[in-house]
């Protein structure tokens, strides 16, 4: 009984929009994605203050588009999406890994799991705006490939994917009512 005098969970429902750009040797690509509709639990100390963030975020490789059906297909081969058809970003984070005092959170640790493997990733928060249960954010991380086991082949033995990808998921989330 006194750990719940100490301390307190909310649950908060997300969403995000991910966008992702790269380069080749020809000209510059990008495309986009939702997440599924996510949880999120922040844990408060007994002032209020959040103390631990914790949320899996999925993504579904087929649902990702970039406008270019032969690049789609190329793509969905590249991330071995029949294998491998899930994308997760898991956070299980003290709240002062992501933000110091009153300034506004500034960085997001995550695992991310592609293909079976699982690195960490710190992403950039921006935008950061709270209004009473609702908060959104834009989170921002790049992605290597060659670290990442994704194999790009060459088109016409001269086009090649440059080897970053940039990751932007603008994410919002809402509280959910007691």
Do not use: Y
């Not at 080749?24 to 007994?46: C, E, R, Y």
């Amino acid at each position: 009984m006194a750990g719940s005098v100490l301390a307190d969970t909310t649950q908060w429902s997300g969403t995000s929009q991910i966008s992702f750009d790269g380069t080749s040797t020809l000209h510059d690509w990008g495309g986009k994605v939702a997440a599924k509709p996510f949880a999120t639990t922040v844990t408060t100390d007994a002032a209020g203050n959040p103390t631990r963030v914790e949320a899996t975020v999925t993504v579904e490789v087929a649902k990702m588009n970039t406008a270019e059906a032969k690049r789609d297909e190329n793509m969905l081969k590249a991330m071995q999406a029949t294998a491998h058809p899930l994308i997760t970003g898991v956070i299980d984070t003290p709240f002062s890994a992501i933000r110091q005092g009153d300034a506004a959170p500034s960085t997001l640790p995550l695992k991310l799991t592609m293909l079976g493997k699982t690195q960490i990733i710190t992403g950039r928060i921006s935008q950061w705006k709270k209004q009473g249960d609702k908060s959104t954010f834009d989170l921002d991380f790049d992605l290597s490939l060659k670290k990442s086991d994704i194999k790009v082949p060459s088109v016409l033995l001269f086009i090649r994917v440059g080897d970053t990808i940039k990751v932007h998921a603008a994410v919002s989330l809402k509280r959910n009512p007691s």
